[in-house]
């Protein structure tokens, strides 16, 4: 229960942004108390052992790290730390009628040699090492915007200084950039798929939503490598909210927000427990959660719904499944992304039938192997009988298509995109997969209508709401957290430059509540 009946700060949530923000702000001397509403934290970004009586703790939903600053690791002196990964992609395709495919990484002469085989000739490889300089230019100078107040659009377009890259990636839909720089339908996929995780759109979407999505998965680190959390995605959780008690931030979990009344200098936030009702005084109120339920507590109009659009499987082997591509060994095909019908034309095609209200006939997806990587995350037991861990993220399945029956299509949805992945394959998967105590078979699946039931995500999107551009649009604010509510900050997802395991959000929000002058004791 909370210690007392004020604090400086409520933070509503304890994923791994409301934590960042409490620990930032305890370690500034403010009272915190963090309010949880399930047991634990960590929200998306937990470690579990899903499968009964195995020890495997996997990374159930959010799974990479890219976008969190080292800034933040440094500031909050987090025990934390990540591995990259040596091969960054294998692509399966039948060409000619032999299987074979596209690996990215291990060395730039093995990559030139792969792009050649499959192509027949250098033209492919030199335009993506053109395609990712340009990104990686874009990267260098937007990453480190995102932990300052944000800059406008002038500002970010004059510190980018590359007209073809603005261009490509800020006013134009990114399909015309594929399409400009690339000329094999494989090789245009790999690149599209950065535009389309957890987004449903069309490379020529006039929105542009597939440029935001394209663009914070290009811009990690000021490389946009995408790493491997040592110990799960649970272990940088656990590291914050350690960071968050040891600077005397309270937190409680078990404890759902029901309310929040405020006038712009104080507020006060009814909470239930198993116990009962409370309420607690609060100076600032952080909410780590999405807009629609920010607006749900404070009595304002929700914005328009959100809807995700993927599919997330776990899965546990007793050994990784031969390749039909016998010139590439598993190991280092599953260590990196794995795609699966992801061309361009295949994109596009699933893409279509799925806003007619179809299910892809070829849902497209990608995988890869943490334990490759992280071998820690498997006890003793599995990890001695050689056993794997394998991630699957399905694109192109928005929540509209399981509204009239989640279990069902779940179920056949999980059975086509597997019977993707086993056409590249020289054994079935279901002939490698573990099973735990009760003798089933080691694979989950979850659909955005189950991250919506299951974490509070508004219609299962994975970032809560459409991307925004990293920079400032009427009503962000100077931080791109502020509601309209002076003393209630978005610190979730949902607020400019949001999404992803960051922690930009909680730290921005932090930074906006010790922007004002310290309480008086």
């Avoid at 909210?241 to 104080?266: F, K, M, N, Q, Y």
């Avoid at 600032?284 to 659009?309: C, I, Y």
């Amino acid at each position: 229960m909370p210690a007392h009946e004020g604090y400086d700060a409520v933070i509503v949530g304890g994923g791994h942004n409301g934590l960042v923000a409490a620990a930032y702000l305890a370690r500034a001397g403010r009272s915190v108390l963090v309010l949880e509403r399930l047991a634990n934290t960590g929200g998306a970004a937990v470690s579990t052992r899903p499968f009964a009586g195995v020890d495997a703790r996997l990374s159930r939903y959010s799974y990479l790290v890219s976008l969190l600053p080292r800034k933040i690791v440094r500031d909050l002196g987090l025990a934390f730390r990540v591995r990259g990964r040596t091969v960054s992609s294998y692509t399966p395709v039948e060409r000619n009628g032999r299987a074979t495919g596209l690996l990215v990484g291990g060395g730039e002469r093995r990559t030139r040699e792969a792009f050649a085989r499959l192509t027949g000739s250098d033209r492919e490889y030199e335009a993506w090492q053109r395609f990712y300089a340009l990104t990686g230019r874009v990267a260098r100078s937007v990453f480190p915007t995102l932990t300052e107040p944000l800059p406008t659009r002038e500002e970010l377009r004059a510190r980018i200084d590359d007209p073809e890259a603005w261009r490509m990636l800020f006013e134009e839909p990114v399909g015309a950039a594929v399409e400009e720089y690339f000329a094999d339908d494989l090789v245009r996929g790999v690149v599209l798929t950065d535009a389309l995780i957890g987004t449903f759109a069309d490379a020529h979407d006039p929105s542009l939503r597939q440029n935001r999505c394209f663009l914070y998965h290009v811009i990690g680190g000021g490389t946009g490598a995408w790493d491997v959390p040592v110990g799960g995605m649970g272990a940088l959780t656990d590291a914050i909210a350690d960071a968050a008690r040891r600077a005397s931030a309270v937190i409680a979990t078990g404890h759902e927000v029901l309310r929040i009344d405020t006038d712009g200098t104080s507020a006060e936030v009814a909470y239930r427990t198993a116990d009962g009702e409370g309420t607690v005084a609060a100076r600032h109120v952080l909410v780590n959660a999405s807009p629609q339920e920010l607006a749900r507590l404070t009595g304002d109009t929700p914005p328009a719904p959100a809807e995700g659009a993927q599919l997330k499987v776990n899965m546990l082997l007793k050994r990784l499944p031969r390749l039909r591509d016998t010139s590439v060994d598993p190991r280092e095909a599953f260590s990196g992304t794995f795609h699966i019908s992801e061309g361009y034309e295949q994109l596009a095609r699933a893409h279509a039938q799925a806003a007619a209200g179809d299910l892809p006939t070829a849902p497209p997806s990608e995988i890869y192997c943490h334990s490759l990587t992280d071998p820690g995350i498997l006890g003793p037991e599995p990890a001695a009988r050689g056993y794997q861990t394998l991630t699957l993220f399905g694109l192109h399945t928005p929540a509209r298509l399981f509204e009239h029956d989640n279990d069902g299509v779940r179920a056949e949805l999980l059975k086509s995109t597997l019977a993707q992945l086993d056409e590249h394959l020289a054994e079935p998967l279901a002939d490698c997969l573990a099973t735990d105590a009760d003798g089933r078979p080691c694979i989950e699946a979850k659909t955005p209508l189950d991250l919506e039931r299951d974490l509070r995500l508004p219609g299962g999107n994975i970032f809560h709401r459409d991307l925004a551009f990293p920079y400032a649009q009427e009503g962000t604010g100077r931080w791109g957290v502020e509601t309209r509510h002076a003393n209630v900050m978005l610190c979730g997802a949902g607020a400019v430059r949001g999404g992803g395991v960051s922690g930009v959000p909680g730290h921005n929000a932090a930074k906006a509540v010790l922007e004002e002058a310290p309480p008086q004791r």
